[in-house]
């Protein structure tokens, strides 16, 4: 296989995480009659460019389909998120009523909602269409297809040129990452900016964070990787902040090579130079995630096998595709886990790929009154704490897997 970015040959490997089927591919009662299609999970490193990412196995159109569940606006920690980026971005950059905002991957409206609030045109792109038709039921207008060059030039004969686009965890989902990231140069005004989030790569590294790997996040992305390839495709890095989102996220920020005229902060400099003492252009510090994750896997094994030898009851809660990694790459079924429980709609009378473990509403798991609730979105957990408080009233806890084992 070569490198998405620059075309070198691919010889190092950070982690195999063996096979597992597309981690948003619930299963319906049909569906388990059926076999699953399982692919293998194996992430590669480029030793030009830097570049991390899956071994080119699945067709992105086999992962973003009609039916694909995940509706960000179900929690409210990215609900809040995203209204504080509203604001930001708006009174940062002095965006106004005569611009254009364009969401690339709007999903179902949970953040160009704040855009239109603010009274700000706002146009969102999502190729999935059960989140894209959430997003119209909100009355914003949404083009359902995949961005890239050539929907970026057919904006552009229309007189589409936004001041700023927003990219939020969906440049770690493109196999075609070149043609994604021309995209934003052909289509920003001359003094636009482009914002993306996407969860650092350090932070994946050095804590262990591998269920963030499945096959829809086609990179695994530094600053030192992104940096190339945005300067490669017309893009100028000249911002960058570090979030606490995933587990530590990154948030950069760019502007069109040829016209933009932000000026670029230290910020770029000093995040480069920490990711360059942390090891990215080393194949060290990519030979360490797959210990991380064995020890991990087992550990989580372990406490779910005591539990049940002690005769205590243990569900999950969040149906999440970073849970699903974990799930399969531990061949966890639910003689160990019975059932997840899920605020969405979408997931509940399904069933967790691979797994085949059950999704129920997420009140129904209160009836058994669970020794231990899992929380498999760990990024989320003192949401989802929040929200079930009442499990401490008959004395149950909780318990993530990741970044390590905890029980609280």
Not at 182 to 199: K, R
Not at 212 to 220: K, L, R
Not at 332 to 352: F, S
């Amino acid at each position: 296989m070569r490198c998405r970015h620059c075309g070198s040959s691919l010889d190092l490997t950070m982690i195999d995480l063996g096979s597992a089927p597309p981690s948003n591919a619930y299963l319906s009662l049909d569906d388990l009659r059926r076999s699953e299609r399982w692919y293998p999970l194996k992430v590669l490193v480029c030793s030009e460019c830097w570049l991390v990412q899956t071994e080119d196995i699945v067709d992105s159109a086999d992962l973003f389909t009609a039916e694909y569940a995940y509706f960000s606006s179900y929690s409210e920690t990215w609900n809040e998120h995203a209204h504080r980026y509203v604001d930001m971005v708006i009174d940062r950059f002095s965006v106004g009523r005569d611009d254009l905002v364009i969401e690339v991957a709007a999903n179902d409206g949970y953040l160009l909602r704040f855009v239109e609030a603010r009274g700000i045109p706002c146009v969102g792109i999502e190729p999935t269409g059960a989140t894209a038709a959430a997003a119209r039921t909100l009355g914003l207008e949404i083009i359902d297809d995949f961005f890239g060059v050539e929907l970026a030039r057919r904006l552009v004969d229309e007189g589409r040129r936004p001041r700023v686009m927003v990219a939020n965890n969906v440049l770690a989902h493109v196999p075609d990452i070149n043609d994604f990231v021309q995209a934003f140069a052909i289509l920003l005004a001359d003094d636009g900016v482009a914002t993306f989030e996407f969860p650092h790569l350090l932070r994946l590294i050095e804590d262990g964070l591998f269920d963030t790997i499945y096959h829809e996040h086609f990179s695994y992305l530094s600053l030192t990787a992104v940096e190339r390839i945005f300067r490669v495709n017309g893009l100028r890095v000249f911002d960058v902040e570090e979030l606490p989102t995933h587990g530590g996220s990154l948030r950069v920020f760019a502007q069109r090579a040829d016209t933009g005229h932000a000026l670029c902060t230290e910020r770029v400099a000093d995040l480069l130079a920490m990711e360059t003492a942390g090891g990215v252009l080393t194949h060290d510090l990519y030979a360490t995630l797959q210990a991380k994750a064995e020890r991990a896997a087992s550990e989580f094994v372990s406490f779910l096998l005591e539990a049940r030898r002690s005769g205590r009851t243990v569900v999950g809660y969040g149906a999440a595709a970073k849970g699903n990694t974990l799930l399969n790459f531990a061949g966890l079924r639910p003689h160990l886990l019975p059932l997840v429980a899920d605020r969405n709609p979408a997931k509940q009378g399904m069933w967790l790929p691979g797994s085949r473990i059950p999704i129920v509403a997420d009140d129904e798991f209160r009836v058994l009154r669970p020794d231990y609730v899992v929380i498999l979105p760990w990024n989320l957990r003192s949401e989802i704490e929040a929200q079930l408080g009442e499990v401490r009233s008959w004395g149950g806890r909780f318990v993530v897997a990741l970044p390590e084992l905890q029980v609280w």
